[in-house]
C-alpha cells in the first residue's frame, strides 16, 4: 500500500481514522454515537407517521434523517472501535470495521424485510400474499409497524449505552 500511495509513515493505513479525532471536539465517541442514535429515532418517527395520504416531505425528511444519522452515528462508532486496537492493527481492525458494518447493513435490510412482511400479513390478514403497494392501507400499516418496531430497537441501543456507566478518559 506504501508503494502505491507514499504517504509519510504514520498517515499510511486506515487514511487518518486511526487517530481519535472526535476526542478533542465532543470528548469521545458517546455523545456523537447517541446523538446520531436519537436522529435515527426521528427519521424513524417521521416513517411511523406516514399514510397512504402523506406530503412527498415526509418520507424525503425520513431520508434526510436517516443520511445525517450514518453521517454522525458511523464516524464516532468507526474511530472508537479503531482506536483501541495497538497500531499494527488498525488496519486489520478497519477491514473488520467496514465488514461489520456492511454485514450490519445488509442483515438489517433482510429483518425490515421480514418485518414489513409479517406486518404486511397481520394488517391485510391475507398469508403469503406478496408484498405489493396494490393495498395502500396495508402497506402503510405495515410500514409504520416496523418503524415502531425499530424504534424500540433504539430505543433499548440507547438504554444499554447508558446502562455503561461513564467513559474513562485516557
Not at 2 to 11: D, I, L, T
Not at 42 to 58: E, F, N, Q
Not at 133 to 141: D, K, L, Q, T, Y
Request: proline fraction near 6%.
Amino acid at each position: 500500500m506504501r508503494r502505491a500511495f507514499p504517504y509519510p509513515k504514520p498517515r499510511s493505513g486506515v487514511s487518518g481514522a486511526d487517530r481519535p479525532t472526535i476526542r478533542p471536539i465532543c470528548g469521545g465517541p458517546r455523545i456523537p454515537a447517541t446523538v446520531g442514535v436519537v436522529f435515527m429515532i426521528i427519521s424513524l418517527v417521521a416513517g411511523g407517521m406516514l399514510r397512504t395520504d402523506s406530503h412527498w416531505l415526509l418520507p424525503a425528511m425520513l431520508i434526510v434523517v436517516g443520511a445525517i444519522t450514518n453521517g454522525i452515528f458511523n464516524p464516532a462508532n468507526s474511530t472508537a472501535m479503531i482506536s483501541m486496537m495497538p497500531k499494527e492493527h488498525r488496519g486489520f481492525a478497519s477491514a473488520m470495521n467496514h465488514v461489520t458494518f456492511g454485514f450490519g447493513n445488509v442483515l438489517g435490510v433482510a429483518l425490515g424485510g421480514l418485518s414489513m412482511s409479517l406486518a404486511f400479513e397481520f394488517h391485510t390478514g391475507m398469508k403469503s400474499m406478496t408484498l405489493t403497494a396494490e393495498n395502500p392501507a396495508g402497506f402503510v400499516a405495515a410500514l409504520n409497524t416496523t418503524f415502531m418496531a425499530a424504534i424500540l430497537i433504539c430505543v433499548l441501543g440507547i438504554f444499554t449505552s447508558a446502562l455503561r456507566g461513564a467513559e474513562k478518559s485516557t
